[in-house]
Every structure is written in C-alpha cells, then in structure tokens.
C-alpha cells in the first residue's frame, strides 16, 4: 500500500515539475521583463528608429510600384498576407502585390509556399518587386505597429506552423522580421526546414551585433539578388506545371462532360469511385497534365 502510495506521489511530483517548467517557458515567451536590456528595451527602439527612418522610401516605393502594378493589370496595389507572428498570434503583413489577382496558392512537398522565377502566377512589375525585395517594403509599416521586428525569422502562414518540426515552433518566441539570418543566409535556395533550424539559431543568439551584422548583410545580398527563387529544379517542376494549368483558361463544359472525360481518361475505381488523389495532382506533374486533358468538352 505504501509502495503504492509513493508511487502515485511520484507521478503527482512528476507532473507538476513537467507543469512549472512548460509554466515557465510560456511566462518567458509572454513576459516582456524577460530575457537581456537588448530583447527588452533596446530592440524595439531600434525598430521605432529604423521604421520612422524608412517612411519616405515606404512612401516613394509604394507610389512608384502602386502605379506600375494598376497600369498592368488594374488590380489591388496591395496583398494583405495573413502571417503567424510572436507567441502563435496572427497578424496582417502588408506587402505589395506580385502576383495576379486570385492567384492559387502553390505548395512544395515539404510544405512550404512554392518561390520560383518561373512561377506564371507572378505579373511582370511583380516579377521585378520579387528581385529587388521591394514588396517587402510596407512591412516596415507593420514593425511601427509592432507586429514585426526589423529583424527575426520571416513569418509563415497559418498552415506551415502546423507542419513544424521538434524545437521549429521556437522561432514563434520572437517577432518576426522584415528581414532575417535565414533570409541573408540562403533564402529561399534553402530546404524549407533548413531555413526554419536557421531561425532556431537566430533565437538562440539573438543580440544586437547579430541583429547589426543581419541588417548589414541584407543589403549585399538584395544587390547580388542572392538566393531569391527556389533551386530544386526536380522538386518544384511539378509544382511549376500545376501553376501553369490553374493560370490558363478553362473551355466551358458541363458537369456531365466533366466526369464523363474524367473516367474516361482515368478509369472507374472501384464502386464507381475515381481513383484521383489531391496529393497524387500536387506531387506528381503527370497526373496534372491527365487532369486537365479530362476537363476538355466531351466529343
């Protein structure tokens, strides 16, 4: 009986230890009298000073592409992008709009967003923003907010956060930046995950010199257009292709031609079933193709 006792006061003993210490962690992320006078105080006036500093280039970028991106194709100037910032919470990030207006969103094996210079999705002016990184420019409006540091992990959506990894989630300890270690230091060049064990780093050392030596760096590499696009030429060429289908126009056809092509070219599963999987069309460029010979008027 004792024995026993002294077991469940074991577990009991346990589980509170395990409860202060995920306690703890969260009172770090959360409480702002945490961490060194750098991460308190003197961050976040260097983000005021940076951000107030940036306004008339915020200003003259915005006029100057606004008016190249409506002269093209008279969409919105802008593309309000829902991101996951510090401690899971989301915010609005203000860029400029590179792509076509209702462009799908295109995702790589890994997850993440797909980034390429082939990518048919982007419009001409948005081909050039996506080069010089002035898309980016407006988000110095969001570290005014608060809702970005000048420098930290670049943002992700909503459903690359569930897709993290062991210690990735870290990187939510700390705003997200306009620019970032992983950002200067591949890019998108890098795996996905690689750029996310990056950010890991960057929490783990963050500093002012760090923070200084990153801000530095990203002009090098904007000039030397470094790192911009995705380079997994194999990994991305179905993506490319799916691309590709969503941005040229579809014949009219009815819903009976439809599915009648659609067996027709793919064969009855079994109950009547189609045998087509969502990630089959997203992995696989051939079944891209099949599907879009499916959706031609019948006859």
């Not at 970005?148 to 569930?162: A, Q």
Request: proline letters at 6%.
């Amino acid at each position: 009986m004792r024995g026993r006792l002294g077991a469940i006061v074991g577990v009991c003993a346990g589980a509170i230890a395990a409860a202060s210490a995920v306690g703890a962690l969260v009172d770090q992320v959360r409480n702002p009298t945490s961490g060194t006078f750098y991460e308190r105080f003197g961050k976040r006036a260097c983000d005021i000073a940076v951000g107030l500093a940036a306004l008339p280039v915020v200003g003259a970028v915005t006029a100057a592409c606004g008016a190249a991106i409506r002269a093209e194709d008279g969409g919105p100037v802008f593309y309000n992008a829902p991101r996951v910032g510090k401690g899971g919470s989301e915010f609005t990030m203000y860029k400029l709009r590179s792509m076509k207006v209702d462009a799908p969103d295109l995702v790589m094996d890994d997850g993440s967003t797909y980034n390429g210079a082939d990518d048919p999705r982007m419009t001409r002016v948005g081909a050039f923003m996506r080069k010089t990184s002035l898309d980016e420019i407006p988000q110095f409006l969001n570290v005014l907010k608060g809702d970005m540091s000048v420098v930290g992990p670049r943002p992700d959506l909503k459903r690359e956060t569930e897709l993290y990894q062991g210690e990735e989630a870290r990187k939510l300890t700390v705003k997200p930046g306009v620019t970032g270690y992983a950002a200067v230091y591949g890019r998108n060049s890098l795996p996905w995950h690689d750029r996310l064990a990056l950010d890991v780093y960057y929490v783990d050392h963050l500093s002012f010199a760090l923070d200084a030596k990153v801000f530095a760096r990203t002009f090098a590499t904007v000039f030397a257009q470094e790192g911009i696009y995705v380079e997994d030429a194999e990994e991305a060429a179905p993506v490319v292709e799916a691309a590709q289908v969503a941005a040229k126009p579809m014949p009219a056809t009815t819903p009976s031609d439809m599915l009648a092509n659609v067996k027709a070219a793919l064969g009855d599963g079994e109950d009547g079933e189609l045998p087509l999987d969502g990630d089959d069309l997203r992995s696989e460029g051939g079944n891209v193709a099949r599907l879009r010979q499916c959706l031609q008027p019948a006859g």
